[in-house]
């Protein structure tokens, strides 16, 4: 990675960086705005380069654009196998976004300690953070017949991340 040499527009001196912002201008496209400040004369100064952020701040980023503030009508519970054993399910219906935009017709959601906390009713308004993920479904034993009928396909669903009564 090359570095880009800035000096101070007034003195020619070597400037101190103490801030930087990335913002995303296209697809793959990339604009920092970085502020400067010299250590000579004390002139502030700004420079705008394009490329691209490191990693993880791109991967933080995006994770951040993917998390969304949804409500749900907790309807009942249930239980699926899963590695022989048997876990609590909790499913919520008219899944909506902050909009009022229905997201989900009905969404089943895993054990969890947060969900149990809640001490849910049928009927429950709830109100979480997700992001939206993907997941396994279908058959997954050894029945020819049930894997011919439910064959595992990658599904898209909701991964909750905050939740509180709404």
């Keep these: 990675m090359t570095r880009l040499t800035v000096h101070c527009p007034r003195c020619a001196g070597e400037p101190h960086e103490y801030a930087v912002a990335w913002r995303r ?11 400067y ?36 009508i907790f309807q009942e519970f249930g239980i699926v196998r899963d590695n022989f054993c048997w876990e609590k399910t909790f499913l919520f219906v008219d899944i909506k976004d902050i ?18 906390m809640l001490r849910l009713q049928t009927g429950d308004r709830i109100a979480f953070t997700a992001k939206i993920g993907t997941y396994k479904k279908g058959y997954r034993g050894k029945d020819p017949v049930g894997r011919a009928l439910h064959p595992v396909i990658r599904a898209t669903g909701l991964v909750l991340s905050e939740i509180e009564r709404a």
């Design 99 to 116: 909009y009022g935009n229905l997201v989900r017709d009905h969404q089943w959601f895993r054990y969890d300690s947060r969900l149990e």
């Design 37 to 72: 400040r010299c250590l000579k004369c004390g002139h502030r100064f700004e420079k705008k380069h394009s490329g691209k952020p490191p990693k993880s701040l791109a991967r933080a980023i995006a994770e951040k654009l993917q998390y969304g503030k949804y409500t749900g």
């Design 25 to 35: 201008t296209g697809k793959k496209k990339w604009l920092s705005l970085q502020k």
